[in-house]
């Protein structure tokens, strides 16, 4: 009959079991635990195991146990387990029961599961039967057998009175010693002969004070100090026992763990576990629980021992919280990092389990110093990973938007990857923080690569979370607005950002390229549909550019890095299963309970998993190209993208050039504010110089006279742009004249009567892409400047000599009063002041017109031919216009303005000059033409000085040919 159904047996059992339970534990009557252990002392007796056993297990329990002896320094224990253990199994139980058979390993097995552990008992030492006390007849035999002996003198490194004091302080916490009878205060009274201990070497005394800094780590044996067990003792090791995860211990309550329950907490707490008995969370920070502690070390030691794994439990739930908010999916990038995260810190949660099997097996010997070896690189990867959080994700907060939030997080990524490579070795496991950190970097900045291929390539900026530093500013029209090259665009995160220096070191000083790259495809899209005209070439050049720039920027710059053998990958799966992985990935999920409703209810609100699980992630790691890495990086990725928008660029502009005759049309209106066409401008300044010479104001109303001037000079030429003349009474600027002598209000109008003339090009698109307000300005201001030049030349030029001449000798008398100097001389010095003015004038403007003006235009020509984008054309004409403005001395330097001011005296004068002598010698008096001539010397010798100084600095180089070739 089984057990099972004879009742009255049964009963006779339960009550023999609850005896055995009440007599080893001390729970109350019918509890919960009681219950429990009542329980699990009946399951034990009816399915019992030891006679059907394991021999592999039997032996791996019996040298277990010689390894806790061994560990815990009773290593006279460890040996004599191994050598009772062997002999055992060597001999024969019974005439069936030979050597190493079933019934050996049945009985140990049996003695196992009957016995206790020997390392939780009290140890007693045995007993040693003491011999009967001896009867004595009185004697002090030892004080007589010694009297009349010589003894030995006494060696000492002191005098007798300090012997004696070092004797007695020995003495006095020294029991008394008994040498066959006769005791230690009986040799001393006898004065028997003592030696005195040597002093302790420094090394001992330092090994001394190791070993008592040890000792405070370390707590008594406990197999020998009974006061150490708590109270509750038994019912903590039953707890273990029959692992009642239901059992929480109350929170004074302390536990006596070994290292097997540390380490396998250890485990759970790295893997994302909190409901634990060694460790918890205070705060949002782990910490060691102060009632837990181990038989071998103290709750001081624990906690010291342990704080690697706390700090890092910390930063691992900062990380988990991270993946589990809603921040991890507030954009591409984000997301990208964030699978990135969930991927690595899950695999490091796979190995946890691995190794917490190799734990549970107990196949070897397992400490908590080898888990702390074995999770040491994990751990160092955990402090880089949670590092590079701290520094971006966590103090994201204070930005505002989301591209300086991404910008931070790359830049972390970058500087963390290249700081680690620094101080790796070329071998890099592929666990090690340079590789993790590689992982995330290069998957973090794919949305960034692909949304600039794909600006580039279809010109569509597509950025639905405003992540992406590039950001537009306004919508514009690109084929009708000039202002779209200049302010569609911006970059929306400044270097001050991401905590100083660049905001993409990795892309160099390539993203203006990357910028006109994108700006040109939005063009070249847009004509493409807005321009029937030249439709056909432009899609001609589209289809070209896609046929020769297909394959993404991402993974041409991934290919180039295994070609140089900087980065090797492989696809995770290859050599894992991804049943396993998927397994795993939902033990996580049945973490959260026992409730099946609620664990359902989990793994429906997960599906951040479902990416791992369907599809394989690449693996990179570094390869053995020992180069340094930012420069590489750099020097690989720049030029896959630089190529896409120079191509996009040069195509654009070859559109320009060759479809809307954009350097003819440059030409035509640098042809008109830089008096390149000689003839059109020489008849219309002429015009306006006459006009003046009239004592006519163009203040007026005269600008219809100067466009039907402007269109007399057009005459017959073959033009097809509009161009017009324009007044602007406020281009009149004070002028900053440095000067000897005061002139009078007239004079200075002389000059700069032509400064509010403007010469209006009608402009059209794409000419206003180049034509900028900034460029236009200094155009002006080089058309005023040479149109002054010219102004006084032509008043000195207008001056008719024979007239003068011939007038003068014909009425020699009519003079004016007061003056001394004979006619002929007169006019003889009058004619030479004429000369020395139109000699420096007229050099003047030579060397603008030609060694400044030609020579840049030529350069400008021989340029354009080179330039591959608008953007490199755009550069090369404000050069073109910065060096005219600078080889003029046009700038606003203090030489600049001091050549500028005295030469516009000498313009001023010459004008002043022609209209006086113009009327004839008989209007100008003595004083006047001395005045003159003195001015004239004056500001001649200014010159002289300022461009000579310049010309021996040799600054400018042709600077020193003007000086020679007008004051010569």
Not at 56 to 75: S, T, V
Not at 611 to 623: D, E, F, I, Q, S
């Amino acid at each position: 009959m089984s057990l099972n159904l004879n009742t009255g047996f049964r009963k006779k059992l339960d009550a023999a079991t609850k005896r055995l339970v009440d007599s080893l534990t001390d729970f109350e009557e019918d509890s919960e635990n009681q219950e429990r252990c009542k329980a699990f002392a009946l399951s034990q007796f009816f399915h019992n195991s030891f006679m059907s056993v394991d021999c592999h297990n039997i032996n791996r329990q019996m040298l277990g146990m010689a390894d806790k002896f061994h560990i815990h320094a009773e290593h006279t224990k460890s040996e004599q387990v191994k050598l009772l253990y062997k002999r055992y199994l060597a001999n024969d139980l019974s005439s069936v029961s030979f050597a190493n058979s079933d019934v050996h390993y049945s009985m140990v097995s049996l003695l196992l599961t009957l016995s206790e552990n020997p390392l939780e008992t009290d140890y007693e030492a045995p007993r040693v039967e003491t011999p009967p006390p001896v009867e004595t007849d009185g004697i002090d035999w030892g004080t007589y057998l010694l009297e009349g002996i010589d003894r030995p003198p006494r060696w000492s490194y002191s005098s007798d009175e300090e012997d004696d004091e070092l004797d007695d302080s020995m003495n006095q916490n020294v029991p008394p010693l008994s040498m066959g009878g006769i005791t230690a205060n009986q040799l001393r009274s006898s004065k028997c002969t003592m030696m005195v201990p040597a002093p302790m070497a420094v090394g001992e005394i330092h090994t001394a004070k190791k070993e008592r800094a040890d000792s405070d780590d370390m707590v008594p044996l406990y197999w020998r100090a009974k006061t150490r067990l708590p109270e509750n003792y038994e019912r903590c090791r039953l707890m273990k026992l029959c692992s009642l995860k239901s059992y929480h211990p109350a929170d004074k309550e302390e536990l006596m763990l070994k290292e097997y329950h540390v380490i396998r907490e250890t485990i759970w707490l790295l893997s994302g576990r909190e409901d634990l008995h060694v460790y918890k969370f205070v705060d949002g920070k782990c910490v060691v629980s102060d009632n837990v502690y181990l038989v071998h070390l103290s709750s001081a030691a624990l906690s010291k021992n342990l704080q690697i794994v706390t700090d890092r439990a910390t930063n691992l739930r900062h990380l988990h919280q991270f993946l589990d908010s809603q921040a991890s999916r507030s954009s591409l990038t984000y997301q990208a990092f964030s699978a990135t995260l969930r991927f690595y810190l899950n695999r490091f949660t796979a190995r946890l389990h691995e190794l917490e099997v190799k734990v549970v097996a107990m196949e070897d010997t397992f400490l908590l110093s080898d888990l702390l070896l074995y999770l040491r690189e994990h751990l160092q990867t955990v402090d880089v990973v949670s590092g590079v959080y701290k520094n971006t994700i966590f103090q994201n907060t204070r930005d505002s938007t989301a591209a300086g939030r991404v910008s931070r997080l790359l830049r972390g990524l970058y500087d963390a990857l290249v700081d680690e490579n620094k101080v790796c070795g070329l071998e890099k496991q592929e666990d090690s923080a340079v590789n993790v950190i590689l992982n995330m970097w290069l998957s973090s900045i794919k949305p960034y690569i692909d949304f600039i291929d794909h600006w580039i390539t279809n010109g569509e900026m597509i950025d639905p979370h405003h992540e992406f530093a590039l950001r537009r500013v306004k919508e514009f029209s690109p084929e009708t607005d000039a202002e779209f090259w200049r302010d569609a665009i911006k970059l929306d995160v400044p270097d001050s950002s991401v905590g100083g220096g660049p905001a993409f070191p990795w892309l160099g000083p390539e993203l203006s390229k990357i910028i006109a790259g994108g700006k040109s495809m939005e063009i070249l899209k847009t004509l493409n549909i807005h321009s029937a005209e030249h439709r056909e070439s432009i899609s001609e050049n589209l289809r070209e550019f896609y046929r020769q720039n297909r394959a993404p920027v991402y993974g041409k710059w991934i290919k180039s890095l295994h070609d140089i053998d900087l980065v090797e990958s492989r696809v995770w799966g290859d050599k894992e299963k991804m049943e396993d992985w998927n397994e795993f990935l939902r033990l996580d999920v049945a973490n959260v309970g026992s409730n099946n409703l609620l664990a359902s209810s989990f793994s429906s609100l997960t599906p951040r998993y479902e990416p791992l699980a369907n599809h394989k992630p690449t693996l990179y790691r570094l390869g053995s190209y020992a180069v340094p890495l930012a420069m590489t990086l750099q020097r690989t990725l720049c030029p896959f993208i630089v190529a896409k928008s120079s191509d996009a660029g040069t195509r654009l502009l070859n559109i320009f050039q060759t479809q809307y005759g954009l350097t003819r049309s440059l030409d035509r209106f640098s042809n008109f504010q830089l008096m390149g066409w000689g003839d059109v401008m020489h008849h219309f300044a002429t015009g306006v110089f006459k006009h003046l010479a009239r004592g006519h104001s163009l203040h007026g109303s005269d600008l219809l006279s100067l466009n039907i001037l402007m269109q007399d000079a057009l005459a017959g030429k073959v033009f097809a742009d509009k161009v017009f003349v324009n007044i602007n009474a406020n281009e009149l600027r004070p002028l900053h004249v440095y000067q000897t002598s005061q002139q009078t209000v007239v004079d200075k109008k002389l000059i700069i009567g032509t400064d509010c003339i403007e010469i209006k090009h009608e402009v059209e698109w794409p000419l206003t892409l180049i034509i900028t307000g900034e460029s236009q300005s200094l155009y002006t201001r080089i058309f005023h400047y040479l149109m002054k030049i010219k102004h006084s030349i032509h008043g000195l030029e207008s001056i008719h000599i024979s007239t003068v001449y011939s007038t003068a000798l014909e009425h020699p008398d009519d003079i004016i009063d007061d003056d001394k100097l004979p006619v002929r001389e007169k006019l003889h010095r009058f004619a030479m002041l004429r000369f020395k003015m139109l000699h420096l004038l007229r050099n003047w403007q030579s060397f603008v017109m030609t060694s400044v003006i030609l020579a840049e235009k030529r350069r400008f020509e021989n340029e354009q031919k080179q330039v591959r984008s608008l953007d490199d054309l755009m550069r090369c004409h404000q050069t073109f216009l910065e060096r005219i403005i600078s080889l003029s001395l046009l700038n606003n330097t203090n030489t600049d303005k001091l050549v500028q001011g005295t030469l516009l005296k000498v313009m001023t004068l010459a004008v002043a000059f022609s209209r006086s002598w113009s009327r004839g010698v008989h209007i100008v008096d003595d004083d006047s033409l001395v005045k003159q001539e003195n001015q004239f010397n004056e500001y001649r010798k200014l010159l002289e000085v300022v461009l000579r100084s310049a010309a021996n600095r040799r600054s400018i180089p042709i600077i020193e040919f003007l000086a020679y070739s007008i004051l010569s």
